[in-house]
């Protein structure tokens, strides 16, 4: 399962040893593959400042959530053709040690060996500090992506939009990459060319009859262009004064004529924008796939990063000073198991809020001054990751 259970005890040796009960237990029952999470020694400050800042990372922990969800999207419709292959490039740097640095690890483990990244966010800085710190670099990510993506999508949309004008059937889809200068008699006072489209099963009707629809028709001047499933593009060449007449009788004998004028800029045009689209396009994928992996790192390496920063606040809030706890990251082995792993969470800590303990089994019991769902509140601290980014 690519979901974890972020928790933490008191490190006394009560609770030290109810974390081994629950080890024990967790592993006899293939419940879930266990690690200690290692968190370093922040300045704590006071305890006011601690609830404030409880506030805001809860804040900054769904934002960032958000932020890399989004990240993974964007690589998603970047990618369009080679979805198959997204998760390669969802990865984050491989961490701390020396010979893993240049590497690019998967998320999961990433999470599991995860280690404190001192250089980046010095643990000596006060706590506020550090979750700004964060928070700045997330709000630059989130800025950048939105750039980015925003100048991709109006490129691809413009595209697309051309693109589509070559799909359909002859009655809407653009006729300038199908015509030639050729099949048109052009600049001339008297005669034009019109372009009709008639159904497969009237093609013989049509050969019989065109000369016939008007007065002024050109004989032997249709010629088939081109067709599709329906039916066949013809063009036919008559004196401009009777066009209309024309138009009234082909509608009769269910021949539509298309309204087309060859205008050979307009033509060139449209196909030196679609050529300048696809190679803009071009261009700017491979720059912004890269841009991605590298900040989409960046940011969950940052989103885990608050994961513990969370874990160490509420910590110091639930149990108290001096700080004395211990960080354990659960991995659930199946969906149906999670039920069983909390039951067996609640039985292990429950003397260390035996109202929150109780209330996880009846819903109808309120925590006083508890401002959470019942749900949410357990009686250690608990924290979840999802990496399932792309459901």
Same mark, same amino acid.
Request: aromatic content about 10%; glycine content about 4%.
């Given at each position: 399962?690519?979901? %974890? ?18 080890n ?11 690690? $200690? ?5 922040? +300045? ?11 506030? !805001? ?19 998603? *419709?970047?990618?369009?053709?080679? +979805?198959? $292959? ?17 590497? $690019?690890?998967d998320?999961?483990? %990433? ?35 939105? /750039?980015?993506?925003?100048a991709?999508?109006?490129?691809k949309?413009?595209?697309? #939009?051309?693109?589509?004008k070559?799909?359909? #059937? ?10 030639? +200068?050729?099949?048109?008699?052009l600049?001339? *006072? ?7 489209i ?22 032997? /001047?249709?010629?088939?262009?081109? *067709? ?26 269910? %021949? ?9 800029? !307009? ?28 900040? %989409? ?37 199946? $969906? ?14 429950r003397?260390?809020? !035996? ?8 819903? /109808? ?27």
């Open positions: 399962m690519s979901e %974890f259970w972020l928790i933490s005890a008191p490190g006394d040796k009560e609770n030290l040893q109810a974390l081994e009960r629950m024990t237990v967790t592993s006899k029952s293939n419940l879930s593959y266990n690690t $200690k999470f290692a968190i370093p020694d922040f +300045k704590v400050g006071t305890l006011d400042s601690l609830v404030g800042l409880s506030d !805001e990372l809860g804040k900054l922990d769904t934002f960032a959530e958000s932020l890399i969800r989004r990240m993974a999207q964007s690589v998603v *419709e970047v990618m369009e053709d080679s +979805k198959g $292959k997204v998760q390669e490039h969802l990865l984050a740097n491989g961490g701390l040690k020396e010979k893993m640095k240049c590497l $690019k690890i998320l999961t483990s %990433f999470v599991t060996h995860f280690e404190w990244d001192m250089a980046k966010y010095p643990a000596k800085q006060p706590l506020v500090s550090v979750a700004d710190t964060i928070a700045k670099q997330l709000a630059q990510i989130e800025m950048d992506l939105k /750039s980015r993506t925003a991709y999508n109006t490129l949309t413009n595209l697309e #939009n051309l693109e589509k070559s799909m359909g #059937n002859l009655f809407t889809r653009t006729l300038s990459d199908i015509v030639s +200068k050729e099949d048109f008699v600049d001339s *006072e008297y005669l034009v060319t019109l372009l009709v008639v159904p497969k099963p009237n093609y013989s009707q049509w050969q019989k009859t065109y000369e016939s629809l008007s007065d002024m028709v050109v004989p032997r /001047s249709t010629k088939l262009i081109t *067709e599709d499933k329906e039916g066949g593009l013809f063009t036919v060449t008559l004196f401009r004064k009777v066009i209309e007449d024309f138009k009234t009788k082909a509608k009769e004998n269910k %021949f539509t004529v298309r309204e087309f004028y060859y205008d050979e800029k !307009e033509i060139k045009r449209e196909r030196e924008e679609m050529a300048r689209l696809l190679s803009d396009k071009k261009q700017q994928y491979g720059p912004l796939l890269r841009w991605l992996k590298v900040n %989409f790192s960046e940011a969950f390496i940052a989103w885990i990063h608050i994961k513990a920063l969370r874990v160490f606040v509420e910590s110091v809030l639930r149990y108290g000073l001096p700080v004395n706890f211990q960080a354990v990251l659960l991995q659930p082995h199946k $969906k149906s198991s999670t039920k069983r792993l909390r039951e067996v969470l609640n039985s292990v800590f003397h260390l809020d !035996e109202v929150a303990a109780t209330s996880i089994l009846d819903a /109808s019991v309120e925590i006083p001054g508890l401002q959470l769902n019942n749900q949410d509140y357990f009686p250690y601290v608990y924290f979840h990751i999802d990496l399932s980014l792309l459901d």
